[in-house]
């Protein structure tokens, strides 16, 4: 990420949860601290859910 500046960064906790939640629902085991064991193709199962399930939750809210 080239801007590593959050634009609110009281969403990081929220963010981060996030993130242990999906990484829990594709199956892949996130330990606190240092994750750079994972594989690419874990890494991106979890973001790329990230992404759907906040997709997801902004067409509901403009319905």
């Not at 199956?27 to 750079?36: A, P």
């Amino acid at each position: 990420m080239a801007n590593s500046k959050k634009v609110v960064p009281e969403a990081m906790s929220a963010l981060d949860k996030f993130k242990y939640e999906v990484a829990s629902e594709v199956g892949v085991n996130l330990k606190d601290g240092y994750n750079g064991d994972l594989t690419s193709k874990e890494a991106g199962r979890i973001g790329g859910n990230m992404v759907r399930k906040m997709i997801q939750q902004a067409e509901q809210q403009m319905k």
